[in-house]
């Protein structure tokens, strides 16, 4: 009993961590948005606002990163793993 209540904890602590990491890569895009804006504000005062394709880039590495935290995979997801499983248990294909 006590090695599945330590495996819980462990499984609980890495996702902590995972979340951690998520939100300081946050910051860290935020920041990087912000000195990409500057930048391009300074160059041509938004007469091309080319920092958007970054605003784009991170914004879309910050959700699939953010869907496998959280567990948002509507695909492959962990039901989906759990079926596959069951069938293939089922069927002896492996």
Same mark, same amino acid.
């Given at each position: 009993?006590? !090695?599945?209540?330590? =495996? $819980?904890?462990?499984?609980?602590?890495?996702?902590? %961590?995972?979340?951690?990491?998520? *939100? /300081?890569? @946050?910051?860290? /895009? #935020?920041?990087?948005?912000?000195? @990409? &804006?500057?930048? !391009?504000? *300074?160059? !041509? %005062?938004?007469?091309?606002?080319? +920092?958007?394709?970054?605003?784009? /880039?991170? =914004?879309? =590495?910050? +959700?699939?990163?953010? =869907?496998? #935290? *959280? &567990?948002? !995979?509507?695909?492959? /997801?962990?039901?989906? %793993?759990?079926?596959?499983? $069951?069938? +293939?248990?089922? $069927? &002896?294909?492996?």
């Amino acid at each position: 009993m006590e !090695n599945y209540n330590e =495996s $819980k904890y462990l499984r609980a602590k890495k996702n902590v %961590e995972e979340i951690k990491a998520f *939100y /300081g890569r @946050v910051i860290r /895009g #935020i920041v990087a948005i912000l000195i @990409v &804006g500057a930048i !391009n504000y *300074y160059l !041509n %005062e938004w007469q091309r606002p080319w +920092f958007l394709w970054v605003v784009f /880039g991170v =914004s879309l =590495s910050l +959700f699939i990163r953010a =869907s496998k #935290i *959280y &567990g948002l !995979n509507m695909i492959f /997801g962990k039901d989906w %793993e759990e079926r596959k499983i $069951k069938e +293939f248990i089922e $069927k &002896g294909d492996f």
